[in-house]
């Protein structure tokens, strides 16, 4: 059974930075997207990023691009997101999803609150 956990949520003012996980279980990276997808107060799900494990590459939605940083741990099963310069439209609720390449978002997290305000 595919297991997703995430972490780290929390209240951050603006400006600050916040690292959220998502440990794994029951899947293997190898051959797998994992992504990140949030979803604000009162509104629709909003993809984030992503990272294909074949290649690594990383791939970023513009409201995020060049603040928040995917990586993942293959060694602890573990994706994190790395966010700075973080904004109050940031505020969602962040889940991690993974699945392989024809199925990328098969298995999602419980979800992660994440704050951003003065």
């Known amino acids: 059974e595919v297991q997703l956990v995430e972490s780290g949520g929390g209240l951050v003012q603006p400006g600050g930075s916040l690292r959220l996980s998502c440990a794994v279980s029951?899947?293997?990276?190898?051959?797998?997207?994992m992504s990140w997808v949030r979803q604000a107060p009162g509104k629709g799900l909003e993809w984030v990023c992503s990272?294909?494990?074949?290649?690594?590459?990383?791939y970023y939605a513009d409201s995020v691009k060049s603040r928040f940083t995917i990586s993942t741990d293959n060694a602890k099963n573990t994706l994190y997101l790395q966010m700075n310069s973080l904004k109050p439209e940031d505020t969602a609720v962040y889940y991690c999803?993974?699945?392989?390449?024809?199925?990328?978002?098969?298995?999602w997290g419980q979800g992660t609150q994440l704050t951003v305000s003065s």
């Open positions: 999803a993974a699945g392989p390449y024809d199925q990328p978002y098969d298995s």
């Open positions: 990272i294909y494990s074949h290649s690594s590459n990383t």
């Open positions: 029951g899947f293997t990276f190898s051959g797998s997207i």
